[in-house]
């Protein structure tokens, strides 16, 4: 019979003092601790410094850990004793995390999530727009051998013709260093519309730039495609929200905390 | 010349142990912290032990401090010195702290955003369903006088018509001490369904139901409207997801995390 237990930590957002009092007892109280860290990129995470808070000496997976060998070493450590595996973000928003979920309450593991926050919240609640607005969210992947995804163009259509807004996350591939900027996200979106002409974005469509999330110092700006696509946000991660139709109050917010020119929002909301 | 910074600081889902590191060094820097309980229920959280993690005296702000007096009290505080806004959840989700935020921004007050965990992505990672397939979320409100909103069937067609899924937040009112049980929930909207008779859900649909996201013991229970209408789920605060289309992970999800009975899923998916 198994007696063990699985933690999933979330770390949060941008570095290790995102951890809640909950996540450090937990982690604390742990035989084994492992952490993942090429789902999401936490950039200003210090890992010596994070072994120091949690007291605990930290084993670190890849993705073939996690993906082509199942998290076999996760579940064996779960098996017998307690282990913790820390994340970023809030647990279970990559899919990869939910994979070994399951797989080890199969196995009679006992699961439990500590939540922190997410991407998903952060950017809303930074944009200024209204969390019960977004439709569907979406990930601009890199295009792959040259072939861009219309994916995240279909979404846009679909949630602005409901008038909803789109969170678009953006592809990074942290073993190769790569973190797609706003400014390239927007270029693969517009080639999308070169192709399909559907209308949906122009240089004149708004558009939300976030970067550095739960940092000291996030940069949120919203203008014009046109003049967001050459923006410097500086380093990743970055994120992106194209808006549908506009309450007057998220516009005045997108003003107030996105530094949007006046102008672009009077005339998109009036 | 306005010198003062106002920080809103997330305090998650359940209790005091939600905060972060970075939220408590906030709170001990701040000349003035203040806190606010009425956007949604911390059931586990102490005030006491709360201000005891903190070092400070915590000012609790009603509904009316915030809404209908604009926050001054929270302005004032945060024009001359360094004032910390407390908040269950992630902050800026709730409309009423980005009203704050914006009435601070215009004043000159520079503003922070400490975030935490958020019901948003935490129902979404607890029910074992992709983060990239829930559409709209929608508040499903308490009947005022006897008239229930139509809003939230809306949203669910909505959702459905394009294959997502909708996150369901229940209606509370902190002040009242009523809180919406999915119990409660899923009976208004099959009223509504029998109102407009639209077959968008019926006893035999699929549901999903979570107590206590957060908490030590949250409660996660996937099964038919019919029977999960009967469904104990304990204490407060509860939260509901109507599924759209399953992709079969999602199905597998459902059964080892969520409970639900193999035949629906079965039927449901295949």
Redesign the interface.
């Known amino acids: 019979m198994v007696m063990g237990e699985l933690v999933f930590v ?1 770390m ?2 941008h570095d ?7 996540g ?2 937990e982690i604390k109280s742990s035989d084994k601790v492992f952490v993942e860290l090429y789902t999401s990129l936490m950039a200003g995470l210090n890992l010596n410094s994070l072994e120091r ?1 949690c007291g605990k000496e930290l084993h670190k997976l890849s993705r073939r850990d996690l993906e082509d060998y199942g998290g076999e070493i996760v579940l064996k450590a779960a098996s017998s004793g307690k282990a913790a595996l820390l994340v970023p ?5 990559a ?1 990869t995390h ?2 070994l ?2 797989r080890a ?2 196995k009679g593991i006992k699961t ?2 500590v ?4 991407i ?3 950017v ?3 944009s ?1 727009l ?10 601009i992947p890199f295009p792959e051998k040259r072939v861009l995804s219309e994916t995240p163009y279909r979404v846009i259509a ?1 949630n602005k013709m ?1 008038g ?1 807004h789109t969170l678009c996350l953006l592809d990074i591939i942290v073993e190769e260093e790569l973190y797609m900027t706003v400014n390239e996200g927007l270029k693969y979106l517009m080639e999308i519309e070169k192709r399909k002409k559907e209308g949906i974005l122009s240089g004149c469509s708004l558009a939300v730039g976030v970067a550095r ?2 940092s ?1 110092e996030p940069v949120v700006k919203a203008d014009i495609i046109e003049r967001l696509i050459d923006f410097d946000f500086g380093p990743p991660p970055h994120s992106l929200v194209i808006p549908g139709k506009l309450h007057f ?1 998220e516009a ?2 997108l003003v ?2 996105a530094k949007a020119p006046e102008e672009v929002l009077r005339k998109e909301h009036g």
């Open positions: 979330g949060g957002l290790e003092r995102d951890l809640s009092i909950k450090i007892e808070i973000g809030d647990p279970m928003i899919t939910v994979d979920r399951i309450e199969r439990r999530i939540h922190a926050p997410s998903l919240s952060a809303i609640g930074l200024g209204q969390s019960y607005k977004f439709g569907r969210c979406v990930t679909d409901l909803l999330a739960g000291a109050v005045e917010a107030a905390l």
